[in-house]
């Protein structure tokens, strides 16, 4: 990594409030360049507040971007941070709206040329690519990094039709927590009490409403781009990571997108900005790479970024199974278009005739996090224990290496006894040594076989053949070893276990899985600079005398026959900031099961949060509790928060809620 401390432009920056049309003002960070002239701005959005919790991430880049003459700018959405206003929920009309409000604002300034670009990454990432659907006049150009164009199936609440227990529920926990933070009375002055008070009144987890919404109905159609690619006029950059669960969404989008205004790039990473050096790598110069795009469709430059491929790629070669890599090999490719005349789908037939596949309960403990973010813990381990829960099948690699590029796809013919069920599938690669390494994997909730808008229970006794895509992913398989697909009827705890789930009989001999084979090409050279950042914000992490929590540690009661997962997210820790501020932050999840019984699953997150600035006297506690489970019938959620001024408490409110379970 290189840090940069001499740019072309010396640069400034200031905290003001961005007024809105209602009266709320929004609170906003701007690094300027210093010079006369009129510049381009540039927008990144997100609640995770600018004063605190992603200081840090944004003195990486915002300096940066304003020494290459953009102004650089960081905007909290209403109800978070020191923006006024009452939280909402997450892409709602309100939040984009005043996104628009703001890009029209920010393009009025006088120290603007009328031209902005937005970015981000994750949220930020989502409402780029919602507010560029959304068109308005002034904004020219996105670069949107780990995001998805499809709310309901792309995003952390559903997978295939079937709840995303692992994030589902572990997200709205964190923001749950997230939205209990006060302002911070060092930005606000005396009002922070007050507007903190309004805001925790105005509270409601986010658990509520996704699991109110099972199927994908006009809910997830809200900010969904997929609805409508057309309505994107700006120039978009889509970039993901193949250990990110967004990344097809950088394959959707440079295939509906009109080519003339959109790139992708997926590199091997997490759910990271690629220039971070984070697990696995390589990391890029990406802030270099950024800066083509922005001065191509901000400034007129003829930089060559839209002479680069439509996609470029990188294809991991085959590696040993590990839950974390420093450096992943493999090679970047780059196709012109999309879907690729490079790429051709190739059926592998499963045969064997009829099989039983009823998985124990606990198989997916080895799935590795959802969300990976470079931590030690994240990626999944050897795939061996979890292949033997399921029916698997193999293809030897031969005499040249198979690789793939896009998203598999397989065919199952399936009988069910019940009229619910699941289906998940794992492709693996399997060593000499009979190593399994997990490639990539996909899941189908059986009642939504027919489309994710519906939930029509299995006819039962019945045999259906169903489809579905396995995530998108490029790897290579080197001849030696073979090709595994892993077939299971549960995958706790990413997937809500159905109720009365007992698996399903799979036809193997009518079943097939079809591959993106991709033809060994000789790729002009695909090459980034190396990753540069801006002078760090100087935070420092305390030392702790405390034993450091197992990140993921699983716990087998042998005599009930439950297993327990208790993960550390390790979102931060304790930090101390330049300007005083001690920040604290401590979140364990745990999710349960019973390897025979579908209704024991059930998951608990504790957060604790302190926010304290000693020479304030300020001491601000949050401390929550999120539980879910189910019965047949209905999801069960239970939530609590406390929050507290020094010592005394200042808001403890509990929600108790049922909701049906219609397709979930």
């Known amino acids: 990594m290189q840090i940069r401390t001499e740019f072309p432009y010396e640069t400034t920056h200031e905290d003001l409030y961005i007024p809105l049309s209602d009266g709320t003002e929004l609170y906003a960070r701007i690094w300027r360049p210093v010079t006369d002239e009129p510049v381009p701005a540039l927008l990144e959005y997100l609640p995770y507040r600018l004063s605190d919790w992603t200081a840090p991430r944004d003195w990486q880049r915002h300096p940066w971007y304003a020494g290459h003459g953009y102004a650089s700018v960081r905007v909290d959405v209403r109800g978070h941070g020191n923006s006024e206003g009452m939280p909402g929920d997450e892409y709602d009309a309100t939040e984009l709206a005043d996104g628009v409000a703001v890009v029209h604002w920010l393009a009025q300034q006088e120290w603007c040329s009328g031209r902005v670009g937005m970015f981000g990454i994750s949220w930020g990432g989502f409402n780029s690519l919602q507010i560029a659907a959304l068109a308005p006049e002034p904004l020219k150009a996105i670069v949107t990094v780990c995001s998805a164009d499809d709310r309901y199936d792309n995003d952390v609440h559903y997978m295939g039709g079937s709840v995303l227990a692992v994030d589902m529920h572990a997200w709205a926990a964190t923001m749950l927590a997230f939205v209990c933070r006060p302002p911070d009375p060092a930005d606000v002055g005396d009002d922070w009490k007050g507007m903190w008070l309004k805001r925790l009144e105005a509270v409601d987890p986010f658990i509520h409403t996704w699991l109110a919404h099972q199927t994908r109905d006009d809910y997830w159609k809200h900010g969904s781009v997929c609805e409508d690619y057309g309505a994107v006029k700006a120039h978009v950059l889509a970039v993901g990571g193949w250990h990110d669960p967004y990344r097809d969404t950088v394959l959707r989008l440079v295939e509906h997108l009109d080519p003339a205004k959109v790139r992708g790039l997926i590199g091997p990473w997490s759910h990271q900005y690629p220039d971070r050096g984070l697990p696995p790598g390589p990391a890029i110069g990406f802030l270099q790479e950024t800066l083509r795009w922005w001065d191509q469709h901000l400034k007129d430059k003829d930089t060559g970024v839209m002479n680069e491929p439509l996609l470029r790629s990188w294809i991991s070669g085959s590696h040993p199974p590990a839950t974390v890599y420093e450096t992943l090999p493999g090679r970047w490719v780059g196709d012109a278009d999309w879907p690729s005349e490079n790429i051709a789908p190739v059926a592998y037939g499963l045969q064997g005739g009829p099989q039983t596949v009823r998985s124990p309960q606990q198989t997916g403990l080895d799935a590795g996090r959802f969300f990976p973010f470079g931590n030690a813990a994240d990626l999944p381990p050897d795939q061996r224990d979890e ?187 304790t930090r101390v900031y330049p300007d005083g501020l001690e920040f604290t932050e401590d979140a364990v999840e745990t999710y349960t099961i019973r390897e025979d019984d579908p209704l024991s699953a059930a998951a608990r997150s504790d957060w604790k949060i302190r926010l304290h600035r000693p020479e304030m006297s300020w001491d601000v506690r949050i401390e929550s509790r999120s539980e879910t489970s189910a019965d047949a019938d209905d999801f069960i959620t239970s939530n609590e928060v406390v929050c507290r001024d020094g010592d005394e408490i200042v808001f403890h409110r509990t929600w108790e809620k049922r909701i049906p379970r219609t397709a979930g």
């Open 387 to 573: 292949d033997a829960k399921s029916v698997c099948f193999e293809f030897p690699v031969e005499e040249a290496p198979i690789e793939i590029l896009g998203r598999p796809r397989v065919k199952l013919r399936i009988r069910m006894d019940v009229p619910r069920g699941q289906a998940i599938v794992r492709l693996c690669d399997v060593a000499p040594d009979g190593a399994s390494t997990l490639v990539t994997r996909g899941v189908l909730n059986l009642a939504a076989r027919h489309g994710r808008d519906r939930s029509e229970d299995w006819p039962v006794g019945e045999t259906e053949d169903v489809t579905f895509e396995l995530n998108g992913i490029g790897h290579t398989f080197p001849p030696g070893h073979r090709i595994r697909l892993a077939v299971s009827s549960s995958y706790w705890p990413w997937i809500w276990p159905q109720a009365g789930s007992d698996g399903f009989t799979l036809d193997a001999d009518g079943s097939l899985v079809e591959l993106p084979v991709r033809r060994h090409t000789e790729d002009p050279a695909i090459s980034f600079g190396e990753p540069e950042q801006a002078e760090p914000l100087g935070v420092v992490f305390p030392v702790t005398l405390d034993e450091e929590r197992p990140e993921r540690l699983v716990v087998r009661d042998v005599a009930k026959g439950e297993w327990q997962l208790e993960v550390d997210p390790r979102y931060g820790g």
